[in-house]
């Protein structure tokens, strides 16, 4: 580790996990996604210099609670997690705002994703802290997000109440210059006796009280915190308020636009909302622009304020509301310096015309690159299979799909037509299966990997068993969280020290489904065949589908060099005629030779797998 004092270059994320451990935070539970994921990774390379606890828990609601616990018990705890997770552990989040965090103290990292990068959507989960009442802070840059973890957990400890901290996807993995400080020594041991009250029942009324008493208490800290920043001219005639990220983008725009009579608030106390500063920025400037991501929530908050103020000393409000700043998709310089100019707060379209002109450019030296599975994944062999039984059932077929690797799926030829949560794929299978007695004559597929089975998979299969759904359901298992960069879980061929394998086979065999069996995805013609006569059968079915992720291989020195190249045999392909292997089955190891037209097996991506030889139906494709 670096010297306290010294200037490293961090990732927003990294930036977290060392302000998590200067603060000195001990444990640290979670489940990866992006774009939190490194936060965790960044922990978990201390555990072994420090006295420090970190898991991969099997989702959010569990990563939540064990954190819970160990703050419990006196141990200062973080729960770093993406937007969406933040979905599947609001249950115990609304529920431990109100009976406390004890002395160790909790901070809820939670990165969202605006433009939905890596995500099914782009939520904004301030509108969480806002529900829960806890208090939540956005940093703006790596070395902000490293300062607000000492301020988070302090808040946590002295309030007994969990603190959020809000991150970007730009913040996350953008880098910066951080300047470090000392590690925290870490408690040597918890305390033996739990907090009185941990729970809210009979009265939660009261509880609710308390909360509300605290949260007045902070919003009086938050008015003095100088995490907030007010940079306003002289002879000030406007207002721009920012929040997190937003605030460097809107400070670029303002020096760019070269005006002298915009000032910038910049908000990282976003929850509760530092009122006074608020209004007595707003009171003094004609009109006010917001930037923030991704939904109006400081704007809206913002408007409430100004109920109060006269109508001579209310400004003009303009963003998201107004239409002047889109409400969806992420910010950047650009759309600041357009709604600048388009709320009259700065002259003239000069340089942004020349700043359109180059992006004009740029944008034609792009070449489109549609998501698709990486060469040789088994994902593809499984939805290859899919598409040709849907065939072979006239379309009567429908495979609601599931958040991981195999999300791909709808990009290919939509042969996964539903993606919703994490574990929603068997669920909504549930409702479809249940469907005959009203004339849905659909066979029924889910898809899962083994990650997302264990994450929320379980009491969906339960319901299926217990309600006799007529279901398909297919684990595609990989042994890894591959998605977001190879973490264990349960099922993970490697395990951690102290970390016991759990065997999904043995779970399923608990629930007793009417039929389960065990495939590979590495050889399409007899999984096709496997999935096919399953489908045929009545009831709960389970097919476990062995996968191979070629990126783990990769990891593990596991080189092609044992398989035999693959080649096109020119003499049988069909060209221009079939393009199924190239346009169709679409590994990205396959090419296109234009001058010949015909496909061309690239070496360099190729692993060697074979599945496209059962692809080509002339059996162009061979081993050499």
Not at 59 to 67: F, P, S
Not at 324 to 334: K, L, Q, R, S
């Amino acid at each position: 580790m670096a010297d306290s004092g010294s200037s490293v270059i961090m990732s927003g994320n990294e930036a977290i996990a060392r302000g998590a451990l200067e603060a000195g935070i001990s444990f640290c539970t979670s489940y990866p996604g992006t774009p939190s994921t490194e936060i965790t990774e960044t922990l978990m390379k201390s555990i072994g210099q420090l006295n420090l606890y970190a898991e991969w828990s099997t989702n959010e609601k569990v990563a939540l609670e064990a954190a819970a616990g160990a703050s419990w018990a006196g141990v200062p705890a973080i729960c770093p997690m993406k937007s969406l997770g933040l979905n599947v552990a609001a249950d115990f989040l609304l529920n431990v705002n109100l009976s406390g965090t004890g002395k160790g103290g909790l901070v809820i990292v939670v990165c969202d994703d605006p433009q939905g990068h890596s995500s099914s959507n782009e939520q904004d989960s301030r509108f969480y802290s806002k529900a829960a009442m806890l208090p939540m802070l956005e940093p703006a840059s790596a070395q902000q997000a490293m300062e607000v973890m000492h301020t988070a957990l302090d808040i946590s400890r002295r309030f007994e109440i969990p603190v959020v901290v809000r991150s970007t996807t730009r913040l996350s993995h953008s880098r910066g210059l951080v300047t470090i400080g000392d590690i925290t020594k870490r408690a040597k041991a918890a305390t033996r006796a739990l907090p009185k009250g941990l729970y809210n029942v009979p009265q939660p009324y009261v509880k609710h009280r308390e909360l509300l008493a605290k949260l007045m208490l902070i919003a009086a800290e938050f008015e003095k915190s100088p995490l907030n920043t007010y940079d306003y001219p002289k002879d000030m005639k406007h207002l721009v308020i920012s929040s997190g990220i937003c605030g460097l983008y809107a400070k670029e725009a303002l020096a760019l636009a070269d005006t002298k009579d915009i000032g910038l608030l910049r908000l990282t106390t976003t929850h509760p909302l530092p009122q006074h500063l608020i209004t007595g920025a707003i009171s003094k400037a004609k009109r006010v622009l917001f930037v923030e991501e991704t939904d109006p929530f400081i704007e809206d908050e913002t408007r409430a304020l100004a109920a109060d103020l006269t109508r001579t000393s209310s400004p003009q409000f303009i963003g998201k509301r107004t239409g002047t700043i889109p409400a969806w998709g992420e910010m950047n310089v650009d759309i600041v310096l357009h709604a600048l100019r388009d709320a009259a707060l700065v002259r003239g379209p000069g340089m942004l015309q020349s700043n359109q002109t180059a992006i004009g450019k740029a944008e034609k030296l792009l070449i489109p690159r549609p998501l698709t599975f990486c060469a040789g994944c088994t994902h593809r062999n499984v939805y290859w299979a899919l598409r040709k039984i849907r065939k072979r059932l006239s379309d009567r077929l429908v495979v609601a799909g599931d958040i991981g690797c195999y999300s791909m799926g709808v990009f290919y030829d939509e042969a996964m037509q539903t993606m919703q949560a994490m574990g929603s794929g068997i669920g909504t299978a549930c409702g479809l299966g249940q469907l005959k007695r009203f004339g849905f004559d659909c066979r029924v597929v889910a898809v899962a990997g083994d990650s997302t089975f264990f994450h929320a998979c379980m009491p969906a299969l339960v319901n299926a068993k217990h309600k006799s759904a007529d279901i398909t359901f297919l684990i595609l298992d990989n042994a890894t969280t591959a998605m977001t960069g190879f973490q264990t879980h349960p099922g993970s061929t490697s395990q951690e020290e102290g970390h016991r394998k759990v065997s999904i086979r043995s779970l399923v065999e608990a629930v007793e489904p009417d039929f389960l069996a065990v495939g590979d995805a590495t050889d399409v013609v007899s999984m096709t065949d496997l999935i096919h006569s399953t489908l045929a059968k009545q009831g709960l079915k389970v097919l476990i589908l062995n996968s191979v992720c070629r990126l783990e291989e990769e990891r593990h020195d596991v080189v092609p060099g044992g398989r035999a190249p693959v080649a096109i045999n020119s003499s049988l392909c069909r060209g221009e005629s079939c393009r199924i292997c190239a346009a169709q089955y679409g590994c990205p190891a396959i090419g296109w030779d234009y001058e010949e037209g015909r496909p061309v097996i690239s070496d360099e991506l190729c692993v060697r797998c074979g599945s496209c030889i059962d692809a080509c139906p002339h059996d162009a494709i061979i081993r050499r």
